[in-house]
T-cell receptor
């Protein structure tokens, strides 16, 4: 079992739709959580951190469920420019810090 | 430009050759990371430095791979006797960790795309 798992998609949605991605992690030593966005042949860019209380940034909402060991990302009112791969990132604290990326979920937003 | 920079952006080499990549982190970031990414996968952690100390290495980092950060600023990643399976995007990231418990937000460079023929 992978340490961080995501549905690879692709998710094909029309503009204006709401779409949600989940990411599950297996290690209870997971300490910090992030969502990154990666465009084709570009580097990953931080989208948002994920906090236990949940957090929102404009059209994006992230949630963390430690009991069930998953994080989620909700995108409202999808734009064409939201088309990208969304990477779930978990940082483990096992004495040292280890960063684990999911394989990503591809999103296509169509007009 | 104060972001993470990497050089070269592209490298084509023949199997068996050695290659070296350079990463310049965001100024004053004390942590520097190397990752490898292949098509359809997320970045895979290779190693990281806190200042000049290499604190962790992945099992992916075979003895043909070596990374250095001699003065705690830029870093180099060398691959010796390259193999076709080494073809990938090599990403560098940096972060600033003031305290061990602080959340580690990493900022990525544009990557070096390696093709081994």
């Amino acid at each position: 079992r992978k340490e961080v798992e995501q549905d690879p998609g692709p998710f094909n949605v029309p503009e204006g739709a709401t779409v949600a991605f989940n990411c599950t992690y297996s290690n209870s030593a997971s300490q910090s959580f992030f969502w990154y966005r990666q465009d084709c042949r570009k580097e990953p860019k931080l989208l948002m951190s994920v906090y236990s209380s949940g957090n929102e940034d404009g059209r994006f909402t992230a949630q963390l469920n430690r009991a069930s060991q998953y994080i989620s990302l909700l995108i409202r009112d999808s734009k064409l420019s939201d088309s990208a791969t969304y990477l779930c990132v978990v940082i483990l604290n096992t004495g040292g810090f280890k960063t684990i990326f999911g394989a990503g979920t591809r999103l296509f937003v169509k007009a | 430009d104060t972001g993470v920079s990497q050089d070269p952006r592209h490298k084509i080499t023949k199997r068996g050759q050695n290659v070296t990549f350079r990463c310049d982190p965001i100024s004053e970031h004390n942590r520097l990371y190397w990752y490898r990414q292949t098509l359809g996968q997320g970045p895979e952690f290779l190693t990281y430095f806190q200042n000049e100390a290499q604190l962790e290495k992945s099992r992916l980092l075979s003895d043909r791979f070596s990374a250095e950060r001699p003065k705690g600023s830029f870093s180099t990643l060398e691959i010796q006797r390259t193999e076709q399976g080494d073809s990938a995007m090599y990403l560098c990231a940096s972060s600033s960790m003031a305290r061990r418990s602080q959340s580690d937000t990493q900022y990525f460079g544009p990557g070096t795309r390696l093709t081994v023929l």
